[in-house]
């Protein structure tokens, strides 16, 4: 489902107080945002009576250590993340034990986007889009699930996911059998190591395969190998 939000049509804090009557309390965590945007998100979280802010942080491991002391709803990171990769800190959230929504705030190349996608990422905003609005969206995505890009950004990601059935679905295919059960597992997030113990071979042999299948996939690192598996096992 695909929801295009609006000032007009959210109706700032009075819709606020709307929905804060019929839904319960929304807990959430912001990653990665600087100070200035930092300021600015709490300023427009404390207006909302459903929202509980359970903290702002840096990693992802800080957010999980959050969700140790109490559920976290949804969590909000910034696209500009300082000092750590933005797919694999979504990746590690959506991949816990108890996986919580999350949502990327700002711009981000669409091969990333497509990655974030794949991964589980529910909705990507503008900071500009919903303005005070924010609170809405976020309990909006929260309860019923979205993807905000502007209609460029979503029409390149799809001519991306049609592109892929002249590509690389045939150089995956080219894969071997122990190939393919090396990408499916990067797919999945295990390390050389782990992926070692299940194909009961040495690491040396899963770099070895590991290697052999970026250079068929004409992709140079682990997470563009687990788009083109993910891809292969839905299409």
């Not at 969700?67 to 000092?83: M, N, Y």
């Not at 933005?86 to 986007?113: D, F, K």
């Not at 503008?126 to 929260?142: K, S």
């Not at 890009?149 to 590509?167: H, M």
């Amino acid at each position: 489902m695909e929801i295009q939000l609006s000032r007009k049509e959210l109706g700032g804090n009075t819709l606020n107080a709307a929905i804060a009557e019929k839904t319960g309390n929304l807990r959430m965590a912001v990653v990665g945002s600087d100070y200035i945007t930092g300021l600015g998100l709490t300023q427009l979280l404390d207006q909302a009576p459903f929202i509980t802010k359970v903290g702002s942080v840096d990693t992802a491991g800080q957010v999980l250590a959050l969700a140790a002391e109490g559920p976290v709803d949804l969590v909000l990171v910034d696209a500009a993340i300082q000092g750590e990769d933005l797919t694999e800190t979504c990746r590690m959230l959506l991949e816990s034990e108890h996986p919580p929504t999350v949502v990327v705030m700002g711009e981000v190349p669409l091969n990333v986007a497509e990655s974030l996608v794949l991964c589980g990422v529910t909705a990507f905003l503008h900071p500009g889009l919903v303005a005070e609005d924010l609170p809405v969206a976020l309990r909006l995505i929260q309860r019923g699930g979205a993807i905000l890009l502007n209609d460029a950004a979503r029409d390149a990601l799809i001519a991306r996911n049609r592109s892929f059935d002249d590509g690389h679905r045939s150089s995956y295919a080219t894969l071997n059998t122990r190939e393919k059960v090396v990408a499916e597992g990067v797919a999945e997030g295990k390390t050389n190591l782990e992926l070692a113990a299940d194909m009961h071979v040495s690491e040396a042999t899963v770099k070895l395969l590991v290697s052999n299948v970026m250079n068929k996939l004409g992709v140079d690192n682990r997470v563009q190998v687990a788009v083109i598996a993910t891809k292969a096992r839905i299409i």
